[in-house]
Nanobody, 123 residues
Framework: QVQLVESGGGLVQAGGSLRLSCEAS????????MGWFRQPPGKVREFVAN????????HYADSVKGRFTISRDNAKNTVYLQMNSLKSEDTAVYYC????????????????WGQGTQVTVSS
């Protein structure tokens, strides 16, 4: 069993930065591929970024490429999402998810989900 707890959300002006963290319980964190997803108001959950179990492979949605960076620290059981140059359209509830390698989390399929953290970007 893995529990995921996100933190770091908040209100920021357009052009600003935030760093989200997702801390996992359990001793098997390094065996999970991790992902960040978001759900804008009135819309379905969408993919933001993912990272493989070792941190050696990452993928990003086109909408965040070049602005967001996903990383992980397996010693701290934590995955991060550094968000720079934030835009109003980045406003959403952000979720982290874990799925046992070799599978990756998707917006509708994952082994574990966090409770979400709100990110609001004011223009």
């Amino acid at each position: 069993q893995v529990q995921l707890v996100e933190s770091g959300g908040g209100l920021v002006q357009a052009g600003g930065s935030l760093r989200l963290s997702c801390e996992a319980s359990g001793r098997t964190f390094s065996t999970y591929n991790m992902g960040w997803f978001r759900q804008p108001p009135g819309k379905v959950r969408e993919f933001v970024a993912n990272i493989n179990w070792s941190g050696g492979m990452t993928h990003y949605a086109d909408s965040v490429k070049g602005r967001f960076t996903i990383s992980r620290d397996n010693a701290k059981n934590t995955v991060y999402l550094q968000m720079n140059s934030l835009k109003s359209e980045d406003t959403a509830v952000y979720y982290c998810a874990a799925r046992a390698s070799p599978l990756y989390p998707t917006p509708t399929q994952s082994d574990y989900w966090g409770q979400g953290t709100q990110v609001t970007v004011s223009s």
